[in-house]
């Protein structure tokens, strides 16, 4: 069976209408969206009118949840993974589940868009 592809989606921070295009699509197109918060995701695809079933990945549970969406990409599912405002990785959950991934065999794709950090060298 063919692995998925993971991919790290960067989401807004503050304004819904600074997602990109590549984002809204690779969301549009994944099987399952791994969430920091289901809740604060969800409002992000309803507004986008986008049905996907989550998957909670935060700090608190990323050590058991990794496991589970690694076999679903072996399974051939693609995972979208977000964070509540950026890029996941950066100062969100997503460390655990990238090496994981590599370590599997698995391919991901960085989704680029917002980061905490190029805000914070604007300023």
Do not use: W
Not at 23 to 38: G, I, K, M, P, Y
Not at 90 to 116: H, K, M, N, Q, Y
Request: glycine share 8%.
């Amino acid at each position: 069976m063919v692995a998925g592809r993971l991919y790290l989606v960067a989401t807004p921070i503050g304004n819904l209408g600074d997602i990109t295009l590549r984002a809204l699509e690779t969301l549009r197109q994944a099987d399952f969206v791994a969430s920091e918060d289901t809740r604060h995701t969800g409002v992000l695809l309803k507004h986008f009118e986008i049905s996907k079933p989550q998957i909670a990945f935060h700090e608190h549970n990323e050590r058991q949840a990794a496991p589970r969406i690694i076999q679903l990409l072996q399974e051939g599912k693609s995972v979208a993974l977000v964070t509540c405002a950026g890029m996941p990785g950066i100062s969100d959950p997503g460390f655990i589940l990238v090496r994981d991934a590599i370590a599997a065999g698995i391919e991901f794709t960085v989704i680029p868009g917002p980061t905490a950090f190029a805000m914070a060298l604007v300023l």
